[in-house]
């Protein structure tokens, strides 16, 4: 149910359904949301990556903060981590199925971006 809050100069429309724990964006959105993850899932959804490698493909991103974020993801299940050598260590990362049904968001998003200009 839409109510009407009125304002000095227009009326706004809110939405009064509130609800006692977070909805289906904000749930989304804390997956998601986090700074860098959702170009994590983006640089590893056509194969494992390197950290290293993608730590460079993120530019920005700290090695801590590339580091940070892609635990968080492994322990959300969007990707998977694998030691592929011991001396010196190296690992990859791979998007999960779980991962991979994040993309068609991830596209949309992609697409709207370059639609917009922004």
């Given at each position: 149910?839409?109510?009407?809050?009125?304002?000095?100069?227009?009326?706004?429309?809110?939405?009064?359904?509130?609800?006692?724990?977070?909805?289906?964006?904000?749930?989304?959105?804390?997956?998601?949301?986090?700074?860098?993850?959702?170009?994590?899932?983006?640089?590893?959804?056509?194969?494992?990556?390197?950290?290293?490698?993608?730590s460079r493909m993120l530019g920005g991103a700290s090695k801590k903060m590339v580091d940070q974020r892609l635990k968080e993801l492994e322990s959300q299940g969007l990707v998977n981590r694998e030691v592929i050598c011991t001396r010196p260590?190296?690992?990859?990362?791979?998007?999960?199925?779980?991962?991979?049904?994040?993309?068609?968001?991830?596209?949309?998003?992609?697409?709207?971006?370059?639609?917009?200009?922004?």
């Amino acid at each position: 149910m839409k109510s009407t809050l009125k304002t000095k100069n227009k009326n706004i429309k809110i939405n009064s359904d509130s609800c006692a724990e977070p909805c289906s964006i904000e749930r989304g959105m804390r997956i998601l949301g986090g700074k860098w993850k959702a170009s994590i899932l983006w640089h590893v959804k056509d194969g494992p990556v390197r950290f290293n490698d993608l730590s460079r493909m993120l530019g920005g991103a700290s090695k801590k903060m590339v580091d940070q974020r892609l635990k968080e993801l492994e322990s959300q299940g969007l990707v998977n981590r694998e030691v592929i050598c011991t001396r010196p260590i190296a690992v990859t990362y791979e998007i999960t199925d779980f991962g991979r049904s994040a993309l068609d968001i991830l596209e949309k998003l992609k697409d709207w971006t370059e639609e917009n200009n922004l």
